[in-house]
Nanobody, 124 residues
Framework: QVQLVESGGGLVQAGDSLRLSCAAS????????MGWFRQVPGKEREFVAA????????YYADSVKGRFTISGDSAKNTVYLQMNNLKPEDTAVYYC?????????????????WGQGTQVTVSS
């Protein structure tokens, strides 16, 4: 079992930056794929970014490519999402997710574990 706890959300203005953190505990998760998703009310949960903790390979949604960076710190069992040049359309609840099999997939149904989410609000 893996437990995930997100932090770092908040209210910022357009153009600002935020860094989200996802602390993992439980079973060893070095081999897990870690992902970030976001969701606004009334819409499907949307893929944002993912990282392969073994290879350090990453994958991003087109909407955040060049602005967001996903990274991991194995010593701290933590994954980060650095978000720069935030836009109002980035406003959402951001969720950390973990997947126990290989593959940087973007479909949320392939992720086994989820955090509780952290709110990010970007004002114009």
């Amino acid at each position: 079992q893996v437990q995930l706890v997100e932090s770092g959300g908040g209210l910022v203005q357009a153009g600002d930056s935020l860094r989200l953190s996802c602390a993992a505990s439980g079973r060893t998760f070095r081999s897990y794929i870690m992902g970030w998703f976001r969701q606004v009310p009334g819409k499907e949960r949307e893929f944002v970014a993912a990282i392969d903790r073994s290879s350090a390979g990453t994958y991003y949604a087109d909407s955040v490519k060049g602005r967001f960076t996903i990274s991991g710190d194995s010593a701290k069992n933590t994954v980060y999402l650095q978000m720069n040049n935030l836009k109002p359309e980035d406003t959402a609840v951001y969720y950390c997710a973990a997947r126990s099999t290989a593959g940087l997939v973007t479909d949320s149904k392939y992720y086994n574990y989820w955090g509780q989410g952290t709110q990010v609000t970007v004002s114009s």
